[in-house]
């Protein structure tokens, strides 16, 4: 059974920083691409920050390029997302997904994702 755990998160200050975990099970972690996404009250689910399976390239909306980081702990199972310079337009639910064969040029789309984590808010205060 896939599974995704998102933790981490909650209140945060505008300029500061906070880091997201999603611990991964029951499947081969290294098959799969990863990620993270999120969405505001009245906006589409945005494709925040992505790893590739096939050749591990990171893929970064342009609002967080600069700001959030990827990465991947392969021995945990687990990706996490780190944010700095945080800005309230961050504000969202942050859901983890994963998904297989996943063509680069869609990686960045919700729909390209089969499984997903339950999510956890962020919200930052100005």
């Known amino acids: 059974e896939v599974q995704l755990q998102a933790s981490g998160g909650g209140l945060v200050q505008a300029g500061g920083s906070t880091r997201l975990s999603c611990a991964a099970s029951g499947f081969n972690f290294d098959d799969y691409s990863i990620g993270w996404f999120r969405q505001a009250p009245g906006k589409e689910r945005e494709g925040v920050a992505c790893?590739?399976?096939?050749?591990?390239?990171?893929h970064y909306a342009d609002s967080v390029k600069g700001r959030f980081t990827i990465s991947s702990d392969n021995a945990k199972n687990t990706v996490y997302l780190q944010m700095n310079r945080v800005k309230p337009e961050d504000t969202a639910v942050y859901y983890c997904?994963?998904?297989?064969?996943?063509?680069?040029?869609?990686?960045?789309?919700?729909?390209?994702?089969?499984?997903w984590g339950q999510g956890t808010q962020v919200t930052v205060s100005s």
């Open positions: 997904a994963a998904g297989l064969r996943i063509i680069v040029s869609m990686i960045r789309f919700p729909s390209s994702y089969d499984n």
């Open positions: 790893i590739s399976s096939s050749d591990g390239s990171k």
